[in-house]
């Protein structure tokens, strides 16, 4: 079973869950604590990645240019600037200072977008907050080694013939468990913060750790639990270097 690595900073990336869904005013997207994320800023991301990103038009021979990157889809983009709040706050919080600088342009390299991007100084922003996160490896549990591996055979990444016994020792190792730990200490932080995503950009989920074919090992959900989310498997490498492409990037 082969895993994919997952973009991060230098540690491995992270999600967040968004539960309580009691806080809804027109206009919000999301809510962090007493913050606000409007459809407004949302709109105008978009705006901005489709004027700063603009698809090429066919050659003049007739020809197709070459395979461009899907732009980010507005899931993304919300994705995005909530975790940039969350994991703001908890670093200010706890006073928790980046170990690592990723800038627009790597941000925008793995995200093959212009490095003048809103969405792309956020990505950049937030992977740079996410360095500075105290995540030592820890020990999984069973059931969360039971999750991981129900999703790899839900995405066809473990192979019938593999028992769990056997998947979950593949499984198991300092990736995981780093992974793990980016999952614990946000989830901790978004449920005292209260976050609410809105029912328009759910299911939303952050993967900390994907297989082959981008098909994530670990998440965390963002807004309301229940939603068919899917998580998924094959032995997961943790992320190193800049974020990749969001889906992954926001």
Request: charged share 25%; net charge negative.
């Amino acid at each position: 079973m082969r895993a994919r690595r997952l973009a991060a900073v230098a540690t491995v990336a992270l999600g967040l869950v968004a539960l309580s869904g009691c806080r809804a005013e027109p206009g919000i997207a999301a809510y962090v604590g007493d913050q606000r994320i409007t459809d407004v800023q949302v709109t105008t991301a978009m705006k901005d990645l489709r004027t700063k990103n603009p698809v090429p038009e066919s050659s003049a021979s007739g020809q197709p240019g070459a395979p461009q990157p899907t732009l980010p889809k507005v899931a993304d983009v919300v994705r995005a600037m909530v975790l940039t709040k969350v994991c703001e706050k908890l670093s200010a919080e706890k006073n928790y200072q980046p170990r690592g600088q990723v800038t627009a342009e790597q941000a925008a390299q793995q995200l093959s977008l212009d490095p003048e991007t809103g969405h792309v100084r956020e990505v950049a922003k937030f992977f740079t907050c996410l360095s500075g996160l105290p995540t030592e490896p820890v020990e999984p549990t069973k059931e969360e080694l039971a999750d991981v591996i129900a999703a790899g055979r839900a995405a066809g990444k473990i192979p019938a013939e593999v028992t769990d016994e056997a998947a979950a020792q593949q499984l198991d190792g300092e990736q995981l468990r780093g992974a793990l730990a980016t999952k614990r200490i946000l989830a901790e932080a978004v449920g005292r913060y209260d976050v609410t995503v809105s029912p328009r950009y759910r299911p939303l989920e952050f993967p900390l750790l994907s297989f082959a074919d981008d098909a994530p090992a670990v998440s965390v959900p963002l807004g309301e639990p229940g939603s068919d989310a899917v998580t998924d498997i094959s032995t997961p490498e943790g992320p190193t270097g800049t974020p990749e492409a969001e889906g992954t990037a926001s």
